[in-house]
């Protein structure tokens, strides 16, 4: 498959990946003993679905060939590759029960990330160099805007 292609699979892989979590996330953090940041569903939903729209946007900049939304939408994916690790899998083995959102990581997830980023690499769409920086800047914007929109909806929530 080409670039094009693959990056459609790799928003309907975050797509899934996202449902998951919206449907099971919620239940299992609360009930889960944790240490981690307590989010309102409503805020984790709409954080969610924040996500999965900025998925589609850039892949449908990326494919209009616009170079600064590929290397965005490369970055998500190494975002994605590095969320089966942290926190779905670990999160796993740590509290020896399912993490909700640790199979569409791995059946769709892990494979629709290391493909997009094999062919943007063979299509020449993005240089390792430049994609070595901008990879993992595009990794912490993500997680930044996520903290923000969780702290934003917390705040909300108690006003």
């Given amino acids: ?7 459609c699979f790799f928003a309907l892989a975050v ?18 003993k944790f240490f981690g940041p307590k989010v309102a569903p409503s805020v984790l939903r709409a954080t969610l ?7 589609w946007l850039c892949v449908w900049a990326a494919r209009k060939n616009d170079g600064v ?31 909700p959102g640790l199979a569409t990581a791995l059946l769709f997830d892990l494979p629709a990330s290391l ?10 769409r993005i240089a390792l160099a430049t994609f070595a920086w901008a990879g993992p800047t595009t990794v912490a914007a993500i997680v ?8 934003v909806g917390s705040r909300s929530r108690r006003a």
């Fill in 1 to 7: 498959m080409d670039f094009a292609s693959l990056a």
């Fill in 15 to 32: 797509t899934a990946h996202n449902l998951e979590e919206a449907v099971w996330l919620p239940r299992f953090s609360r009930d889960a």
């Fill in 49 to 55: 679905l924040a996500l999965t729209l900025f998925a």
């Fill in 69 to 99: 939304a590929t290397y965005v939408l490369c970055g998500y994916a190494l975002a994605m590759l590095l969320n089966v690790a942290l926190p779905h899998l670990a999160l796993t083995l740590a509290l020896r029960r399912y993490a």
């Fill in 115 to 124: 493909l997009l980023l094999r062919a943007a690499l063979h299509e020449e």
């Fill in 144 to 151: 930044a805007a996520i903290a923000l929109c969780f702290a």
